[in-house]
């Protein structure tokens, strides 16, 4: 079955340094890959979309990579903050359907520590 | 723009016992979805409307949950009886166009099943 998969469920780092967040999929090509931010007791928020024929984008201190040999995806934030603290969700579209259906993996939670 | 209202925000019940869930997507959005997520899983897509149809319901557990979206504004969610593993929150997202578009989340539903 298509998976969206992200084996990290915590990452801690120091503030200033730079966050790099993993997601891999399997047994599907997704045509894109969007990421989300979760902060406790709210919904997702949208934060990139990248596409599978983009090998990079990039928004303000947010960086996103589609690695489709590798079936992975890498999110950067640059010069982290206390303020980037939240969980970020990758999620792919059905590849076999063209509803919109998303699957999410389940988060990898970022904190970011003074 | 007014963001994706939900409510109630927090509902306790009994297993067994019915409850409804509401919610309002962003105007003009013609794609409506519910989602379920468990604590530290992503959320799983259970229906998704286009307008006031049905596109996808293959995830939904029909015997129990049940979604209608009448004049494909306002969008409500069921679930009778309810179960002990139906306790999760209850997420309702809306997009402007169904595949590869950013989903606009509302603050969710607590569901707690005793």
């Known amino acids: 079955s298509q998976k969206i998969e992200q084996n990290s469920e915590a990452l801690n780092i120091q503030e200033g340094k730079t966050a790099t967040l993993t997601c891999n999929y399997t047994n599907y090509s997704p045509a894109y890959l969007q990421w989300y931010r979760q902060d406790p007791g709210r919904g997702p928020v949208f934060l990139l979309l990248?596409?599978?024929?983009?090998k990079e984008k990039r928004k303000e201190r947010l960086k996103v990579t589609f690695d489709t040999t590798l079936k992975q995806s890498l999110f950067h934030i640059t010069a982290s903050q206390p303020a980037d603290s939240a969980t970020y969700l990758c999620a792919g579209p059905d590849r076999g359907s063209t509803l919109g259906r998303l699957y999410f993996g389940r988060g990898t939670q970022l904190t970011v520590w003074p | 723009e007014a963001g994706v209202a939900q409510s109630p925000r927090y509902k306790i019940i009994e297993k067994r016992q019915s409850v409804a869930f509401w919610c309002n997507p962003i105007s003009g959005h013609a794609t409506l979805y519910w989602y379920q997520q468990i604590l530290g899983q992503g959320p799983k897509l259970l229906i998704q409307?286009?307008?006031?149809?049905?596109?996808?319901d293959s995830q939904l557990p029909k015997d129990r949950f049940s979604a209608e979206r009448l004049k494909g504004v306002d969008s409500t969610l069921k679930i009778q009886p309810a179960k002990l593993e139906d306790s999760a929150v209850y997420l309702c997202?809306?997009?402007?166009?169904?595949?590869?578009?950013?989903?606009?989340f509302g603050p969710g539903t607590r569901l707690t099943v005793t």
């Open positions: 997202a809306s997009s402007s166009a169904s595949g590869g578009y950013e989903q606009y």
């Open positions: 409307f286009q307008n006031n149809g049905v596109v996808d």
């Open positions: 990248i596409r599978e024929n983009e």
